[in-house]
C-alpha cells in the first residue's frame, strides 16, 4: 500500500485504539510506538512471517509479535469494518450496473465464487471435518467481487469438506434481498424488463434467477460467444481471489494460528485492507471511464430505484416471497436466454 494510505492507519489506530497508544513504562520510559506496532503486524500480513521472525529487524519478541498482529487486525475491523465491508449503496449499485451493461451484461453487479485457505494446526479432532480432496484441511471464503477486484460480500469459517452450494446455504449473501432492504434495481434485456440484479457465477452454482453461468458445452455461434463473455467477466473473482493472496501472503500460506476465530479476524481484516488499497488505487488501474455515470447521463437501461422504500414488515410470508423469487428456475432460463440474444 502507499504510505499515505499506511500512515493514516497508523494515526487512526494511535488515536482510537488502546493498544496502539504512546505509553511509558514503570521506569518513566516510552513503551513501543504506534508506528512499529503497525509496521511488525503489516510484515507479518503481507509476507506470512512466523511469529519470531521479525525479531532482528523490529526488535520484537515472539509474544509482542503476536499481540500487535492480534490487536491490529482487531483495531482494522474495529475502525473501517463498517464502510470497506459494506452492502453496495444506491450509488455503489448504479456504478456497478452501469459497468456490468458496458460489458455485455445489463444487471450485473459482481461474481461470486469460493476460495479455500489450507490451517496447517488444526486440532487433529477437527481435520476429517476441514480436509477434502488434497487431505489438507481448509478454511472456505466465499467473496462477491466486481469489475475493479473491490470485495463486496465475504463469508469465511465454514470448513473445506463443504462445496459451494453447501457454503451458500450457510451465507448471508441474499440476507438483504430476503429481509426487503435491498434497493430496487430495474433493467432491460432483449426488450424484456427484469428486477433483479444477478451475479456471474461457474457452473456448480443452482439454476435461480441471481445466477447466471456459463454454458459449458456450448452448440452454435450464440452459445460459444456468450460462454467467452461470460468466463471472461466472471473472471474478476479469481483475479480478487490471487490479488488478495499476493498482497497478503499469510492468507497464501498455511494458516500457523490454533485459534478459528483468530484466523477468521485476519481473513476480514486482509479483506478490509484490500478494498482500502483498492479505493486508494483505483483511478490508476481501472479501465472504465465512470465519469460519464457520474456526471449523471442516463443513457443505459440499468436504473436503481431511489424512491423504492425498504420498510417492508419483516414477516415469515414475505421473507418465503422474496426467496422463491431468488430460486425462480423459470426466471433464470429466461434470462438467460435474453442474455445469450443480447451477446
Same mark, same amino acid.
Given at each position: 500500500?502507499?504510505?499515505?494510505?499506511?500512515?493514516?492507519?497508523?494515526?487512526?489506530?494511535s488515536n482510537e485504539v488502546q493498544y496502539f497508544r504512546d505509553k511509558k513504562d514503570g521506569l518513566g520510559r516510552n513503551s513501543?510506538?504506534?508506528?512499529?506496532?503497525?509496521?511488525?503486524?503489516?510484515?507479518?500480513?503481507?509476507?506470512?512471517?512466523?511469529?519470531?521472525?521479525?525479531?532482528?529487524?523490529?526488535?520484537?519478541?515472539?509474544?509482542?509479535?503476536?499481540?500487535?498482529?492480534?490487536?491490529?487486525?482487531?483495531?482494522?475491523?474495529?475502525?473501517?469494518?463498517?464502510?470497506?465491508?459494506?452492502?453496495?449503496?444506491?450509488?455503489?449499485?448504479?456504478?456497478?450496473?452501469?459497468?456490468?451493461?458496458?460489458?455485455?451484461?445489463?444487471?450485473?453487479?459482481?461474481?461470486?465464487?469460493?476460495?479455500?485457505?489450507?490451517?496447517?494446526?488444526?486440532?487433529?479432532?477437527?481435520?476429517?471435518?476441514?480436509?477434502?480432496?488434497?487431505?489438507?484441511?481448509?478454511?472456505?471464503?466465499?467473496?462477491?467481487?466486481?469489475?475493479?477486484?473491490?470485495?463486496?460480500?465475504?463469508?469465511?469459517?465454514? !470448513?473445506?469438506?463443504?462445496?459451494?452450494?453447501?457454503?451458500?446455504?450457510?451465507?448471508?449473501?441474499?440476507?438483504?434481498?430476503?429481509?426487503?432492504?435491498? !434497493?430496487?434495481?430495474?433493467?432491460?434485456?432483449?426488450?424484456?424488463?427484469?428486477?433483479?440484479?444477478?451475479?456471474?457465477?461457474?457452473?456448480?452454482?443452482?439454476?435461480?434467477?441471481?445466477?447466471?453461468?456459463?454454458?459449458?458445452?456450448?452448440?452454435?455461434?450464440?452459445?460459444?460467444?456468450?460462454?467467452?463473455?461470460?468466463?471472461?467477466?466472471?473472471?474478476?473473482?479469481?483475479?480478487?481471489?490471487?490479488?488478495?493472496?499476493?498482497?497478503?501472503?499469510?492468507?497464501?500460506?498455511?494458516?500457523?494460528?490454533?485459534?478459528k476465530v483468530k484466523i477468521g479476524k485476519i481473513m476480514r481484516a486482509c479483506v478490509i485492507l484490500?478494498?482500502?488499497?483498492?479505493?486508494?488505487?483505483?483511478?490508476?488501474?481501472?479501465?472504465?471511464?465512470?465519469?460519464?455515470?457520474?456526471?449523471?447521463?442516463?443513457?443505459?437501461?440499468?436504473?436503481?430505484?431511489?424512491?423504492?422504500?425498504?420498510?417492508?414488515?419483516?414477516?415469515?410470508?414475505?421473507?418465503?416471497?422474496?426467496?422463491?423469487?431468488?430460486?425462480?428456475?423459470?426466471?433464470?432460463?429466461?434470462?438467460?436466454?435474453?442474455?445469450?440474444?443480447?451477446?
Amino acid at each position: 500500500m502507499n504510505k499515505p494510505l499506511f500512515m493514516h492507519i497508523v494515526d487512526r489506530l494511535s488515536n482510537e485504539v488502546q493498544y496502539f497508544r504512546d505509553k511509558k513504562d514503570g521506569l518513566g520510559r516510552n513503551s513501543l510506538s504506534p508506528l512499529k506496532k503497525c509496521t511488525v503486524a503489516i510484515r507479518v500480513l503481507a509476507y506470512g512471517y512466523a511469529a519470531d521472525a521479525v525479531e532482528e529487524y523490529l526488535r520484537l519478541g515472539e509474544t509482542t509479535t503476536r499481540l500487535c498482529v492480534e490487536n491490529f487486525v482487531e483495531g482494522i475491523i474495529y475502525l473501517f469494518a463498517d464502510e470497506y465491508l459494506r452492502r453496495p449503496t444506491p450509488v455503489d449499485l448504479q456504478r456497478l450496473l452501469h459497468i456490468g451493461e458496458y460489458r455485455g451484461f445489463p444487471g450485473m453487479i459482481g461474481s461470486i465464487d469460493c476460495m479455500h485457505w489450507e490451517w496447517k494446526n488444526c486440532p487433529t479432532a477437527w481435520k476429517g471435518q476441514y480436509s477434502r480432496g488434497s487431505g489438507k484441511p481448509t478454511i472456505v471464503l466465499e467473496a462477491v467481487a466486481s469489475y475493479d477486484l473491490w470485495i463486496w460480500h465475504a463469508f469465511f469459517g465454514p !470448513p473445506g469438506t463443504l462445496n459451494d452450494i453447501n457454503v451458500l446455504d450457510r451465507s448471508l449473501v441474499f440476507h438483504d434481498i430476503i429481509k426487503g432492504q435491498a !434497493p430496487q434495481v430495474t433493467f432491460s434485456v432483449n426488450g424484456r424488463e427484469y428486477r433483479m440484479a444477478y451475479y456471474l457465477t461457474d457452473g456448480i452454482y443452482p439454476k435461480w434467477a441471481n445466477f447466471i453461468q456459463s454454458i459449458p458445452i456450448p452448440l452454435g455461434p450464440k452459445a460459444v460467444l456468450f460462454a467467452q463473455h461470460q468466463e471472461a467477466v466472471r473472471k474478476d473473482v479469481e483475479r480478487a481471489f490471487r490479488v488478495l493472496q499476493a498482497r497478503f501472503a499469510i492468507v497464501k500460506n498455511p494458516a500457523l494460528f490454533w485459534d478459528k476465530v483468530k484466523i477468521g479476524k485476519i481473513m476480514r481484516a486482509c479483506v478490509i485492507l484490500h478494498n482500502m488499497i483498492v479505493e486508494d488505487e483505483r483511478d490508476g488501474y481501472t479501465q472504465f471511464d465512470i465519469s460519464e455515470f457520474q456526471q449523471g447521463e442516463d443513457t443505459r437501461t440499468s436504473h436503481v430505484d431511489l424512491t423504492y422504500s425498504t420498510d417492508i414488515p419483516t414477516n415469515i410470508v414475505n421473507m418465503m416471497g422474496a426467496r422463491t423469487r431468488i430460486c425462480d428456475r423459470q426466471m433464470h432460463q429466461q434470462l438467460k436466454d435474453d442474455l445469450v440474444e443480447h451477446i
